[in-house]
């Protein structure tokens, strides 16, 4: 299986400032014949299903704002929050989609400072 | 555009069956793959595994054996099956559409609400 594995697992960030997560896997999850990194990026609020942000590792989901952004390639990935807002409190995940089983990473939490 | 609802009883005793149900709306089921995911402390996020309105499945080794899916396509509705559970599916499970493109796997949108199963005695 490929582990997808996030950091941090958690943090803490003032309004308006810029947040990263990051999300690596094991195995490189870029399909040359289509030069696309098959990972994708959800957020989770409390009491809610996950929400897809991103896929194709930088495309952003219509409608997602875009402070949202993410970037990367092969095995290491980024979100980047360019600036908090107070409606972004959540869990991150990131998933590949490169190969079965499905997997996901074990999330971070964002939230107010 | 799609809305998924899961359908099923909130407590399952150890070594019986679970079975969920999810209903699809405001598009097609045969326009899809269809997923269960589920969500739990221990665990995180798991894929269960996918179904396609023709039959076909691909369930994840870690419950293969115990796992069954499956879609009524005159109800719009999928299908999932545990058999044997134990304490550790206990997790809120999540019925999602599987979204492909230039021929990759899923990633998933919409996902429906969730409904926590408790395994329990």
């Known amino acids: 299986d490929i582990v997808m594995t996030q950091s941090p697992d958690s943090l803490t960030v003032s309004l308006g400032e810029r947040v990263t997560i990051n999300c690596k896997s094991s195995r490189n999850i870029l399909y040359s014949p289509t030069k696309k990194n098959y990972l994708a990026w959800y957020q989770q609020k409390p009491g809610q299903p996950p929400k897809l942000l991103i896929y194709?590792?930088?495309t952003r989901e219509s409608g997602v704002p875009d402070r949202f952004s993410g970037s990367g390639s092969g095995t290491d990935f980024t979100l980047t929050i360019s600036s908090l807002q107070a409606e972004d409190v959540a869990v991150y995940y990131c998933q590949q989609y490169y190969t079965t089983p499905l997997t996901f990473g074990g999330g971070t939490k964002v939230e107010i400072k | 555009q799609v809305q998924l609802q899961e359908s099923g009883p909130g407590l399952v005793k150890p070594s019986e069956t679970l079975s969920l149900t999810c209903n699809v709306s405001?598009?097609?089921?045969?326009?899809?793959?269809w997923s269960w995911i589920r969500q739990s402390p221990a665990k995180g996020l798991e894929w269960i595994g996918y179904v396609y309105y023709t039959g076909t499945t691909f369930y994840n080794p870690s419950v293969r054996s115990r796992v069954t899916m499956s879609v009524d396509t005159s109800k719009q509705q999928f299908s999932l099956v545990l058999t044997s559970v134990t304490a550790a599916d206990t997790a809120v499970y999540y019925c999602?559409?599987?979204?492909?493109?230039?021929?990759?796997?899923?990633?998933?949108?919409?996902w429906g609400q969730g409904t926590l199963v408790t395994v329990s005695s």
């Open positions: 999602a559409k599987g979204v492909r493109d230039y021929g990759s796997l899923d990633w998933f949108d919409p």
């Open positions: 405001g598009g097609s089921i045969t326009d899809y793959y």
């Open positions: 194709w590792a930088s």
